[in-house]
């Protein structure tokens, strides 16, 4: 809902806009009781994950050979009757083959295990994690970000006082930005494919640190100065903006400022902005023709009576009473936001571990094969993580090949 | 302009048929005309993929900026992976009568929509965007094939008695571990193409997550997705369930991402609903 409309639904229905505000269902994401519901969708998760880590530890570590009958409640197992001297052949057949196909093998007197993608054990709990770290990332922004809209214009500086901004946001500690530099904004590139497409904004930023120039930067869409923990992004375009000092009579000392003109999305047409001249009870009305305008139609008055007009050129001044106003250059004036997230490292390292547990469910299934030898018999299990029927042939085939000759041998389940 | 749009119906006409073989050939159970089907897809895929290389160079990005270029890029992605997919896989090709189907009206849909050339903005120069976009494609592909598969699950389900057919299509054990499959590869892109949008939106407007409908429909379509695989490895809903669980999650996901941007107001509306 833009603000004009906002404001409408205000006016129109106040009841309603009152329980909208006092339960800030407009502005969800940030109240208390969302980051509740979300505080405890997180401790669920936690507690999930503690158990999930437990029985992975226990898997990972897991040693030894299941009992004949262990193997035969698992899905995928099969029992062979064999003579002593087939089963010593087939005994090294198996670890053969099993080596063969990638499975970390280990033997026990009463028979062998086969392993592989034993790191998949840790999928699920990586998982977890990693949502857990993201929630903790989203939660360290709600409570600590700072965000500030802000105009400046080519030739001014921004030093992140209170009154140089036009909005602020904040977390719920409301926890202000230092700034210890200023931004001096050097020039503002636009370019355009056509009359309606933009091609290009670009401020070029410079830092100052205690009146030295640290760092210079072509800010634009997508690439964001960062300096001292703040991110600046370009997120208005550009408008134009005129130049004036104030100086008084005799001599004095002149104090410079800039006049926004409002924002078009395309500059055809008269702008014209109205301002109060400060130190003085004058208001200025001024117009003028962009893009290429290089002078200023200004009209000023005092208490609705006007007492100057005039058409002023760059280093133009005009008299108006102490002072005079000096018209000194058009240039353009540009909308950055500035922010301070401490989250986003921690949602980041919570992306990357997600992608990761995401690959490693498609891509590391653990498995595992156990192969007992008892008396006459040789038992047969195995069980894969996720997708036992997908091992079936698998496992199949790993007996097809370690045992071609007990095919007619099967001595049905342990 | 106009060879660019000869080509692409040309495209959409030889899917179309495509279509019509893979459906003719299933009812009839005929598994030559299913054989046809693909070659008229993978023959389609040569004056499509010419009409996105034209417009690529006359319009100077790639095809990702408005709906008809999503369409008919996602459209092409979907043909490929699924032809390379079922080379690997044969049986897959009986999941042809569903996604063929589902290519072609994604081409129609395309059709449908503006194809005037948008130049590229500002905001859509990110190497994050062109990931957003590559996986975007990807996890459509994968959850068509997995979607494909539930169709030919619920198919054969429903027809166990039938034996002369059966042989075409595989066993209901190995449709359901590629529904699995298919859908697990296609969480795992989805998840890689939120990732990147949400690295490209920090890097652009500096925020990782504005809850914009497309956003939130997105993490509703993960988080179903995330549904139907915690469901299936820790309660066991395999089969049928599966199946129908699958066909459902395809629909709300297609709804999500293509038609959410026409109804509600977006981000991803000022370059899609145009």
């Known amino acids: 809902m833009s603000g004009a409309e906002l404001f409408r639904f205000r006016s129109n229905h106040p009841g309603i806009y009152r329980v909208i505000r006092s339960s800030g269902l407009d502005h969800v994401y940030t109240t208390w009781w969302f980051l509740v519901i979300a505080g405890f969708f997180s401790a669920n998760i936690a507690l999930n994950l503690s158990g999930r880590i437990k029985i992975s530890v226990k898997q990972f570590k897991e040693e030894g050979i299941p009992g004949p009958e262990r193997i035969g409640r698992l899905n995928l197992s099969r029992t062979f009757v064999l003579d002593r001297e087939a089963r010593e052949s087939v005994k090294g057949k198996i670890r053969d083959i099993v080596s063969e196909d990638g499975y970390r093998v280990k033997e026990y007197p009463e028979g062998l295990s086969a392993s592989k993608g034993r790191w998949g054990l840790w999928t699920v709990p990586l998982f977890h994690g990693s949502i857990l770290i993201i929630l903790t990332g989203v939660l360290i922004s709600s409570l600590t970000k700072f965000g500030g809209t802000f105009e400046i214009s080519e030739g001014q500086v921004f030093s992140g006082k209170k009154d140089e901004f036009i909005s602020k946001d904040y977390g719920l500690l409301n926890l202000e930005p230092r700034f210890d530099f200023h931004l001096r904004l050097r020039k503002f590139n636009a370019e355009y494919w056509d009359a309606e497409h933009p091609r290009l904004y670009q401020s070029v930023m410079d830092v100052y640190k205690k009146g030295v120039v640290v760092l210079s930067k072509k800010v634009e869409i997508n690439e964001p100065l960062r300096y001292e923990g703040l991110s600046f992004y370009q997120s208005k375009y550009h408008g134009y903006s005129a130049y004036f000092g104030l100086m008084e009579k005799g001599g004095g000392p002149e104090t410079g400022g800039y006049v926004n003109f409002p924002y078009k999305k395309r500059y055809t047409g008269r702008l014209t ?142 | ?259 959410i941007p026409y109804f509600l107001k977006t981000v991803h509306s000022e370059y899609l609903v145009r």
């Not at chain 2, 503006?114 to 990931?131: E, T």
Request: proline share 3%; net charge positive; glycine share 8%.
């Open chain 1, 273 to 414: 902005q109205k301002f109060h001249i400060p130190q003085t009870s004058y208001e200025c009305e001024l117009g003028l023709d962009p893009p290429d305008g290089n002078e200023l139609d200004i009209k000023v008055s005092d208490k609705g009576k006007v007492i100057r007009t005039g058409r002023l050129k760059r280093g133009g001044k005009i008299d108006i009473g102490r002072y005079y106003l000096v018209f000194h250059d058009i240039v353009k004036w540009t909308g950055l936001y500035v922010k301070r997230d401490y989250g986003v490292p921690v949602v980041y390292t919570g992306f990357v571990l997600l992608v990761l547990s995401v690959f490693m469910v498609v891509f590391i299934v653990p498995k595992r094969v156990w192969f007992v030898y008892d008396k006459d018999r040789i038992f047969i299990g195995a069980m894969a993580m996720r997708t036992s029927a997908a091992f079936k042939e698998e496992f199949e085939d790993i007996i097809a090949r370690a045992c071609p000759e007990m095919n007619n041998k099967e001595g049905g389940t342990p």
């Open chain 2, 1 to 259: 302009m106009t060879e660019e749009i000869i080509l692409y119906w040309i495209g959409a006409t030889l899917y179309g048929l495509g279509s019509v073989f893979a459906l003719t050939g299933f009812v009839f159970k005929k598994d030559k005309l299913l054989s046809i089907a693909l070659l008229l897809g993978a023959i389609g895929l040569v004056p499509h993929g010419g009409a996105i290389v034209i417009r690529w160079v006359r319009v100077g990005h790639g095809p990702y900026i408005n709906m008809y270029e999503v369409m008919s890029s996602d459209a092409w992605v979907a043909m490929f992976f699924y032809l390379v997919i079922q080379r690997r896989f044969r049986f897959l090709k009986n999941a042809s009568i569903a996604v063929m189907p589902v290519i072609f009206l994604l081409m129609g849909f395309g059709l449908m929509s503006s194809s005037r050339g948008i130049p590229l903005s500002p905001s859509l120069r990110s190497y994050w965007l062109i990931l957003h976009i590559l996986f975007a494609k990807l996890c459509t592909a994968s959850f068509l094939i997995a979607f494909g598969c539930a169709v030919l699950y619920i198919y054969r389900d429903a027809r166990r008695a039938e034996t002369v057919f059966g042989k075409q299509i595989p066993s209901l054990e190995k449709l359901d571990v590629f529904i699995y499959k298919f859908n697990a590869l296609g969480f795992a892109f989805l998840t890689i193409m939120i990732i990147a949008g949400s690295i490209w939106a920090n890097n652009a407007w500096g925020r990782y997550w504005a809850f914009d409908p497309v956003e939130t429909w997105s993490l509703i379509v993960w988080l179903s997705y995330g549904l139907f695989l915690h469901l299936r490895l820790n309660r066991n809903w395999a089969g049928k369930r599966s199946a129908v669980l699958t066909l459902a999650i395809f629909i709300l996901s297609i709804l999500a991402f293509f038609f």
